[in-house]
């Protein structure tokens, strides 16, 4: 079964830090996706990626950056955390336009 | 702009009953069209998938379609339970988007015993 990652289930931030979430996945999909989730908005594209080093702007890449280094990871960095990124952020990949397969997600909470 | 649109928002049904999901979307050049669930604070889970070559597919007691022509996707679930209570996503693949998905705003589906 394929298998996409996301290091961290719940954080509680500080506004102003920095923060990192991380996502590994196991089937050596190309494409990998960030979304965030919140009530009412539904899921929001951030950030995806196509291969390695490379990376595309979602719908709302705003206070975001990502990074790409490996083929198997994607990175989601908050350069200065603000409290409207408070949500639910969710990783996915895919093998070309197949099937995508979502981690479980990261509730970041910024107080 | 191409969107998906799930309606009802939410849908509350009785143990055993037959229930269909509706997904409808704008553009009838649809790559693909997976439905998701989502139980609460968890990420998304792929049912099914389809081709925009194919009619449905079914898991289970799970049985989607696709009409690319009326731009309408449903997932039947035959014999509800309990345990099928969770929010259901629609997502489309169109094919001048290269590989992003577009979501619906799901459907909140609750099976009372």
Same mark, same amino acid.
């Given at each position: *079964?394929?298998?996409?990652?996301?290091?961290?289930?719940?954080?509680?931030?500080?506004? &102003?830090?920095?923060?990192?979430?991380? /996502?590994?996945?196991?089937?050596?999909?190309?494409?990998?996706?960030?979304?965030?989730?919140?009530?009412?908005?539904?899921?929001?594209?951030?950030?995806? @990626?196509?291969?390695?080093?490379?990376?595309?702007?979602? *719908?709302?890449?705003?206070?975001?950056?990502?990074?790409?280094?490996?083929?198997?990871?994607?990175?989601?960095?908050?350069?200065?955390?603000?409290?409207?990124?408070?949500?639910?952020? #969710? /990783? %996915?990949?895919?093998?070309?336009?197949?099937? #995508?397969?979502?981690?479980? $997600?990261?509730?970041?909470?910024?107080? | 702009? !191409?969107?998906?649109?799930?309606?009802? %928002?939410?849908?509350?049904?009785?143990?055993?009953?037959?229930?269909?999901? +509706? /997904? @409808?979307?704008?553009?009838?050049?649809?790559? +693909?069209?997976?439905?998701?669930?989502?139980?609460? $604070?968890?990420?998304?889970?792929?049912?099914?998938?389809?081709?925009?070559? !194919?009619?449905?597919?079914?898991?289970?007691?799970?049985?989607?379609?696709? *009409?690319?022509? @009326?731009?309408?996707?449903?997932?039947?679930?035959?014999?509800?339970?309990? &345990?099928?209570?969770?929010?259901? #996503? /629609?997502?489309?693949?169109?094919? +001048?988007?290269? $590989?992003?998905?577009?979501?619906? !705003?799901?459907?909140? #589906?609750?099976?009372?015993?």
């Amino acid at each position: *079964d394929v298998k996409v990652t996301q290091s961290s289930r719940y954080l509680v931030k500080r506004t &102003g830090e920095k923060v990192f979430l991380e /996502c590994v996945q196991d089937m050596d999909h190309e494409n990998m996706f960030w979304y965030r989730q919140d009530p009412g908005l539904g899921l929001r594209l951030i950030y995806f @990626s196509y291969d390695v080093k490379m990376k595309e702007k979602g *719908d709302i890449p705003e206070g975001y950056s990502v990074s790409r280094e490996k083929k198997e990871r994607f990175s989601l960095i908050l350069e200065s955390a603000s409290t409207n990124q408070t949500s639910m952020y #969710l /990783c %996915a990949s895919t093998l070309g336009r197949a099937e #995508l397969f979502f981690g479980e $997600g990261s509730r970041l909470t910024v107080l | 702009k !191409q969107e998906v649109t799930q309606i009802p %928002a939410a849908l509350s049904v009785p143990e055993g009953e037959n229930l269909v999901l +509706n /997904c @409808s979307f704008t553009d009838s050049a649809i790559y +693909n069209l997976q439905w998701f669930r989502q139980d609460p $604070g968890k990420g998304l889970t792929s049912l099914l998938l389809i081709q925009s070559s !194919q009619r449905e597919q079914t898991s289970g007691r799970l049985n989607a379609s696709l *009409d690319k022509s @009326s731009g309408r996707s449903t997932l039947y679930i035959a014999a509800s339970q309990p &345990g099928d209570s969770a929010t259901y #996503l /629609c997502a489309a693949t169109f094919y +001048n988007q290269g $590989g992003k998905l577009i979501f619906g !705003q799901g459907t909140e #589906l609750s099976v009372k015993p």
